[in-house]
């Protein structure tokens, strides 16, 4: 699951040429589109239209930007454009509230599944999520540890799974969350995902 290192604010030189075809960034006119209708803006910031061209043809990405400076924008896009659900992988529930109250708030289906709500609410969820009802869905690395989550996401059309705050892999993989050191693995035995984003403000030598 090898990501390419595709924009870094504070690099000297960009890099951004290095991955558009002929250095003309692909027109995007459907996500520009999804970019008003739902977002407001009229236009995408530096880095965001290139990062997410490279999401659309299914390139495994790295997106490292300051905090503010549009992440998240960069899988919701693609999520809404392409087919089936994306899996959204967050470190902290309030960060995972926080977002889906933002989407629902703007009429996108959106949920979490964690251990903020009971066994049956996340059933349910799982069975809306297996009907197709949501466009997002969020949950912690652990979620993966779950055998019936697992056989659950094989079953369902997924359109991308990003790492919010991916720094989280190397920083709290060895002590705090083991569970960011075994994802990756256990996601190499997926055959249904197009494409991974990994999305951070902080990476450390080992995340880059």
């Known amino acids: 699951m090898g990501f390419t290192l595709f924009y870094r604010l504070h690099f000297k030189r960009t890099m951004l040429g290095l991955f558009l075809e002929k250095g003309v960034p692909v027109m995007l006119l459907k996500e520009k589109n999804l970019l008003k209708t739902?977002?407001?803006?009229?236009?995408?910031?530096?880095?965001?239209?290139e990062a997410i061209s490279q999401i659309l043809k299914s390139l495994n990405t790295l997106v490292v930007m300051p905090t503010g400076g549009g992440k998240s924008l960069i899988y919701q896009i693609p999520g809404l454009s392409m087919e089936g659900t994306a899996i959204i992988i967050s470190p902290l529930i309030s960060l995972m509230k926080d977002q889906v109250d933002g989407l629902v708030s703007l009429?996108?289906?959106?949920?979490?599944?964690?251990?903020?709500?009971?066994?049956?609410?996340?059933?349910?969820?799982?069975?809306e999520m297996e009907e197709g009802h949501y466009k997002f869905v969020y949950v912690a690395p652990e979620r993966f540890e779950s055998?019936?989550?697992?056989?659950?996401?094989?079953?369902?059309?997924?359109?991308?799974?990003?790492?919010?705050?991916?720094?989280?892999?190397?920083q709290w993989g060895h002590d705090f969350r083991p569970s960011y050191r075994s994802i990756v693995p256990r996601l190499k035995e997926f055959h249904n995902i197009p494409v991974f984003v990994a999305l951070t403000a902080t990476a450390t030598e080992e995340v880059t």
């Open 38 to 49: 739902y977002f407001g803006f009229e236009t995408f910031r530096p880095g965001q239209e």
């Open 147 to 170: 055998y019936h989550f697992t056989e659950l996401m094989k079953r369902i059309q997924i359109s991308l799974v990003a790492f919010d705050e991916a720094h989280c892999i190397s």
């Open 107 to 127: 009429g996108i289906p959106a949920t979490y599944i964690n251990s903020s709500i009971s066994p049956e609410e996340q059933e349910l969820r799982m069975r």
